[in-house]
Each structure stands twice: as structure tokens, then as C-alpha cells.
């Protein structure tokens, strides 16, 4: 098989499984492009709190002031004018399946959603476009305190412990698409997990973006409280369409002392979507705070989660694998800040590129001063499966004190001949031959999913390797 | 001329990046023999046994390889493998994250159902063999080699030493059974003990349902595995061919004099 035809084979899948969507049905959708009007309509449609308005309008200003970034992927061609910054799908958030519109039903059955459910989650958001039409977790939870709820709720009915922290790990002067998504956030998560509870199956969130031309901006708060532990997941993925699609969400964490909380995403997004997200956490005494970031999709991505350590005994660490094939630029990695002594990370990164797609790490080691017996390794490694793709390595570090352990390795390598001829001669097709080895070079990372996602993460795999060997 | 053996070989010339190094090959293995293709370095032994699997480096050039009456010279290595052929290497290569078990599975399923995935994105071979099933598989060929059972959860050759890279090629053919297997090398780099062990897995598997043709620079390997026929390959030819006692000849005497008859010959 030619190369050339393997192209066009590319995300023929993709298009079958996730690519597909559904008639528009919204309850509301604003008008296309954004202003003070469409901002204060969004809040005035959710009957927000007046500070909220307010926050929103400022974050506004604040994105008009600033500049688009220049220093990664080209995203001068976004036109912010031509988007649908709130498209709301229903009139409420439903506890049943039963009672979601059957079109959306049966597209998040389609994604698997309620059945991944039933099997292994604690609780599931549904998020359609603007706002989340479906939201439960398991009662035993709620009994305990934990809060698992869209981040509109999470504001409505329990505003105060809401506004203690939102903003507050990222604020909207962060960069332009922190205070993009500050002006007109919609849907998200907000969790709460009570001093000692420990979330033993993973709250998953779904993010599904069906309206052509839409902005997506989901706005999530998680706070872990003293010694609980939670593992939220979130997937993503959108209907293939010729015009450009913008998902901007920012994720906030707070993990206390003693507390843990791992965050995996799977990102899926079709390639017309440009996904420039921030995420960042913060970790207190002996808190630990781990990124499993997996990116597959989108047209351009740009998110490096990023943990600050702040208090002794701290750790933090990114997983990252990014996957970049025609037409994709993935702009990955992760931050990890040491702001007190006796703090650890890691981060390891595994990037593959082919049909010309261009992935890479990008990535920050900052030891700040007084930060001294901090220990942080890092680790990258890029996989290019031929000659037009292309990956980078921009490891930037900023070490303010002597007194602490760096490491920093990198490799980038190419599938060898000789691996594909070694298991071609046992009867494995080439093109799987491929695929197996591209698995076995991320299952490092693989290997820390709970299983449903680490098979779904090689069937996703397999799916981009399709035709990728002539 | 016709012929009943599985694997025959004929007029086969090699080349690599323009360089003749098979020069006229003619060989036959049938099903229960044990053939030892003995010569010197630089001989053209490990071109034979890559060509035979269909490494793409390797160009032919003129004759021809018919595995079970058919040509292979247009068939792909997976499809040789498939049709019942077996290369066990002399460097196998690592793959990291991929474990042994994983790697068997997949390439133990390729034979049981259609190759290739069929373009829905979902995970091919899915009627392949039960996992109990195949646990129980590689637990009983991993005894067979005395391997310990952690192995089976190791990254294919990653790390392995010299002696579990050649058990583990072992243990492949042991899995997929193949009806003509070729052991390039297999003896080198492997110390008396696992050598022993090695053999005692080779003279397990070998019987009337396959055909072993055993590459080897020393004839220390012919000591545990004892050959039907010895040839001897000298610049790209098999320049000698014989019983078991030509490879005694050989350790005796060394290639010279085959060097010596071959220099008659052309002369």
C-alpha cells in the first residue's frame, strides 16, 4: 500500500466511530462571536451571582488586551468572531439516562458511555456542547460528602466553598485562553472529596462537542481534601467537520496535605479541533498530584499541565503521551514547579509522529530559591515513523538553588527495519507489526491506566496506525 | 525435476547492495530431517537464512525457493511464517513494552484467524485462542526450555542475555510449530549449559511434523543435535554435502581442504 493512500485512510475511522453527529436541536445557541452582550447573556442564562458576571466581563477585557501567543503552534488563523460561544443543548441537567433527548442518548451510547458506567466508574458527567445534559454519581459517595457535579451546580449550590477556590490556581490574567475561558465557561466539573475519603473507582467526565463552529470552554474545580484520594478521566471527542473547532477549558486542583489525586485524560478531539487548554494543580504537604495526559486528536493542541508544589514533601507527576498524524501539531508536556524544600517529580513524555504530523514536549523544571533537597527527573522520548514527520524537545529549566537532584534524559527514535522484519517473520502483518511497536513504546505510560482505558487507549492506537505502513 | 521435499532450493543467487553473495545455492530439507549447513565466516550462511524469510535487504537475484511446491520469492515474511516457515535468528531484536506473552499470543492468532484488521478500528484476531488456553500453552513449552514463568511477562529480547534470546527464539518455534525451521547461529554465544538446553528443546520439537535446517559456524551444536545430512558451504555454495561424520571431518580437519577441492573443481 502506498503511503499516499494510507493518508487518506487516516481518520476514516475516526469519522465512523466519533466523526458522526447529530441534528442540531439547541434550547439556545448565541450568536456567532463574542462580545460584552454574549458574555453577559451567558451569565444572565444561567442566572449566575453578580460577582460571576462581573468576573466574566473582566476576564473579557483581559482576553481582548492580550496578545495571541506566538511562541508555539500557529494559531493566527483561529477567527474568534466566528465561533458559537454557548450553545445550550437542553433546558436542564438529568440524573437518568432515561430522560436525556434520545439523539444525545444515543450518541453517548454509542461513545460507550453508560455502559463504562455500569462497569467501572463512581459516577459520570455527560458534558453536550455548552452544558452538561446528564450528571451522577454513585449514592454511597454522596453519603460521604463527596461533590461530583457540573461546574454550574457546583457554583449554584455550593457557592461559597466555589468561590474560595475558583480562580485561584489559575487566574484569568493566566494567558489569553485561561481569561478566554474565564469570560465564557460553561459546564465542567466542580469536585469536592471530604478530609480522608478515598474515591477507590475513577469519576469520569465525557466532553462531546456536536454544533459545527462552536466554542467549547469547560471550566473545572477539583478540590481533594486532607488525606482523600480521587482519579478522575475525562474523554473527549467531536464530529469530523470542514471548519475549525476551539475547545479552551481550564482545570484547577487543589490537593491538601497527605491527599492524592491523579487526573487522565484522554484526549480524542477530531482534527478540525484546536484544543488549547491550561491545567494546573496545586499540592501541599506531602500531597501528590499526578497528570496521565494522553493526546490523539485535535488539529492543533497546546497544554502542559503543571504542578506547584508548595509545601514540603510534595510530589508531582506528568505522564504524556502525544500522538500527532496528518495535519496535527501536538504541543505537549508539563510544568512542574518546586516552591519548598524536600519536594519531588517526574516527568515522562512519549510523543509519535507520522504522515507528516509534528509532535513534541514542551516543558518546565522550576526549582525555586529555598527550594533546596528537591529531586525532579525527567524523561522524553519521541517516536517518528517516517521521514515527513517531525517531533521537538524544548525542556526549558530554571534552578534557583544548588542543593538538588536534576535529571534529564531524551532519545528520539525511528521503527527499525529489523523490528519489523523480526515480527513480520512470525506471521504478524506489517502494519500491526508497526502498531505493536508504537504500543510497546508507550506502554510505560499505558501500563498506569486502569485497564478499560489502557485497552481503549491501544484500540485508539491501532486505529491511527491503520494503512501507516506501505 | 521435481520434488517432494517441503523446503527446495535452487540456483540461488543473492545480492546484497549490488554484491553477489549467494552464488548458485541447491538445497532440499523434508519434514523430520535435520539438515547442518556448516562454512566459514563470510560463507553466505546467514544471507541463506535471511533470503529464505524474505528479508527486503536482500535481493534476488536468479533461481528460485519453493516452500511446499510453491514459489515464496513474491510472498512477504509474515506470509512465509504463516505458510509454515520459521526463522530462528542469530541477534533477535528487542522490543520494548511488548511482553512475550502478548507478542506469542498475537503471532500464535495470526494463524488462526485473517491477518489484517479489517478497517472498523477493532482489535484484530479476536477469535484467536482463549487466553486460559494459551496460558496453559506457554506454561507447558516454557517448561520445555526450563524457563521460569516471569519470562512470559518480560519485554520481547529487552534486556534479555545472550542464552534467554536464544531460548526465547526457541520457545517462539515451539509455539508456532512451524513444518521447516531454520536456526541461524542459534549455538553462538550460548555457554555449554544452555547449549544443552537449546538442543534438548530443538530435539523435542523436531520430529516426522517438521524439518530443521541448522546453521552453524562450530559443530559443538552437532554434539546435542545430531544431523540426517552435513553440507558444507564455501563462497556461496554448497561445496560438500554428506552424513553425519563429515561434520567429524570438519572439526578434524577444518574447511581448508574444502577450500582445496573447491579450487580443484574450478580449475
Not at chain 1, 436541536?25 to 442564562?45: N, P, T
Not at chain 2, 562454512?39 to 519453493?66: F, R
Request: negative net charge.
Amino acid at each position: 500500500m502506498s503511503t499516499e493512500s494510507a493518508n487518506l485512510d487516516l481518520r476514516e475511522g475516526y469519522t465512523e466511530k466519533y466523526g458522526f453527529h447529530d441534528a442540531e436541536q439547541s434550547v439556545f445557541k448565541s450568536r456567532r462571536g463574542l462580545d460584552k452582550d454574549v458574555v453577559a447573556q451567558i451569565s444572565d442564562m444561567k442566572g449566575e451571582p453578580v460577582w460571576m458576571k462581573n468576573y466574566r466581563l473582566k476576564a473579557l477585557e483581559i482576553f481582548e488586551k492580550k496578545p495571541m501567543p506566538t511562541w508555539g503552534p500557529d494559531l493566527s488563523v483561529i477567527d474568534f468572531q466566528n465561533i458559537f460561544y454557548y450553545v445550550k443543548p437542553t433546558s436542564e441537567e438529568f440524573k437518568s439516562w432515561d430522560d436525556v433527548p434520545a439523539d444525545m442518548k444515543r450518541t453517548f451510547d454509542k461513545l460507550g458511555i453508560p455502559e463504562a458506567e455500569q462497569k467501572f466508574l463512581s459516577g459520570v458527567g455527560a458534558q453536550y456542547d455548552s452544558e452538561v445534559v446528564y450528571h451522577k454519581i454513585q449514592e454511597k459517595l454522596e453519603k460521604l460528602g463527596v461533590l461530583f457535579l457540573s461546574c454550574d451546580q457546583g457554583l449554584k449550590e455550593h457557592e461559597a466553598l466555589f468561590k474560595q477556590y475558583f480562580g485561584t490556581v489559575i487566574p484569568s490574567t493566566d494567558n489569553k485562553f485561561a481569561a478566554l475561558n474565564s469570560a465564557v465557561w460553561s459546564g465542567g466539573s466542580f469536585i469536592y472529596v471530604p478530609k480522608g475519603v478515598h474515591v477507590d473507582v475513577p469519576l469520569q467526565a465525557y466532553f462531546r462537542i456536536n454544533t459545527k463552529d462552536m466554542g467549547q470552554f469547560e471550566r473545572t474545580l477539583i478540590i481533594v481534601d486532607e488525606g482523600a484520594f480521587v482519579h478522575y478521566v475525562e474523554g473527549c471527542t467531536a464530529p469530523t467537520y470542514s471548519s475549525d473547532s476551539l475547545h479552551s477549558a481550564v482545570v484547577e486542583i487543589i490537593v491538601k496535605a497527605g491527599a492524592r489525586c491523579r487526573y487522565t485524560t484522554i484526549q480524542n478531539w477530531s482534527n478540525n479541533v484546536y484544543n488549547l487548554v491550561t491545567k494546573r494543580a496545586v499540592a501541599y504537604r506531602n500531597a501528590t498530584m499526578e497528570w496521565v495526559d494522553g493526546n490523539l486528536g485535535s488539529k492543533i493542541t497546546q497544554k502542559y499541565p503543571s504542578v506547584y508544589m508548595m509545601e514540603p514533601g510534595a510530589h508531582g507527576e506528568i505522564l504524556s503521551i502525544a500522538f500527532a498524524g496528518k495535519g496535527q501539531h501536538q504541543d505537549a508536556g508539563g510544568k512542574v514547579i518546586h516552591c519548598a524544600p524536600n519536594t519531588s517529580s517526574k516527568i515522562i513524555s512519549k510523543s509519535i509522529s507520522k504522515d507528516g504530523g509534528r509532535a513534541g514536549y514542551r516543558g518546565l523544571v522550576k526549582v525555586q530559591k529555598g527550594a533546596v533537597d528537591s529531586r525532579s527527573t525527567v524523561n522524553c522520548d519521541a517516536l517518528i515513523l517516517d521521514e515527513r514527520s517531525r517531533s521537538d524537545t524544548y525542556p526549558y529549566m530554571e534552578i534557583e538553588e544548588d542543593r538538588v537532584t536534576i535529571g534529564h534524559e531524551a532519545t528520539v527514535s525511528k521503527i527499525g527495519d529489523e523490528q519489523l522484519f523480526y515480527l513480520q517473520s512470525r506471521g504478524i502483518d506489517k502494519e500491526e507489526a508497526a502498531a505493536m511497536i508504537v504500543s510497546g513504546f508507550i506502554e510505560p505510560i499505558v501500563k498506569e491506566l486502569p485497564m478499560e482505558y489502557a485497552v481503549e487507549m491501544n484500540r485508539l492506537i491501532q486505529l491511527q496506525m491503520e494503512g501507516s505502513v506501505g | 525435476m521435481s520434488s517432494n521435499a517441503e523446503l527446495v532450493i535452487r540456483d540461488l543467487h543473492v545480492g546484497i547492495e549490488g554484491k553477489e553473495i549467494l552464488k548458485g545455492l541447491d538445497l532440499e530439507v523434508k519434514k523430520g530431517e535435520i539438515h547442518a549447513l556448516m562454512g566459514p565466516n563470510g560463507s553466505g550462511k546467514s544471507t541463506l537464512a535471511n533470503t529464505l524469510m524474505g528479508h527486503p535487504k536482500y535481493e534476488v537475484t536468479q533461481g528460485d525457493i519453493l516452500f511446499k511446491g510453491e514459489s515464496i520469492l513474491e510472498m512477504e515474511p509474515d506470509e512465509r511464517s504463516r505458510a509454515g516457515l520459521f526463522l530462528a535468528f542469530q541477534y533477535p531484536v528487542a522490543i520494548p513494552g511488548l511482553t512475550v506473552a502478548n507478542f506469542l499470543r498475537t503471532a500464535l492468532n495470526t494463524r488462526l484467524a485473517p491477518a489484517a484488521t479489517n478497517g472498523s478500528g477493532a482489535m484484530p484476531h479476536k477469535k484467536g485462542i482463549a487466553p486460559k488456553e494459551f496460558r496453559a500453552l506457554l506454561k507447558e513449552k516454557m517448561g520445555l526450555l526450563k524457563m521460569d514463568e516471569s519470562f512470559a511477562g518480560r519485554y520481547l529480547n529487552d534486556g534479555f542475555s545472550g542464552g534467554e534470546k536464544k531460548r526465547a527464539e526457541i520457545l517462539q518455534m515451539a509455539v508456532l510449530k512451524p513444518e521447516i525451521a531454520i536456526m541461524d547461529e542459534t549455538d553462538s554465544g550460548l555457554d555449554i549449559d544452555a547449549l544443552r538446553i537449546v538442543a534438548d528443546g530443538v530435539n523435542a520439537l523436531a520430529g516426522p511434523g517438521m524439518g530443521v535446517l541448522v546453521i552453524t559456524h562450530y559443530n559443538r551444536i552437532l554434539n546435542y543435535i545430531k544431523p540426517d545430512r552435513v553440507h558444507v558451504m564455501v563462497d556461496g555454495r554448497i561445496q560438500v554435502s554428506g552424513g553425519a561424520d563429515l561434520a567429524l571431518k570438519l572439526e578434524s580437519q577444518g574447511y581448508d581442504w574444502v577450500r582445496d577441492q573447491q579450487e580443484v573443481e574450478q580449475s
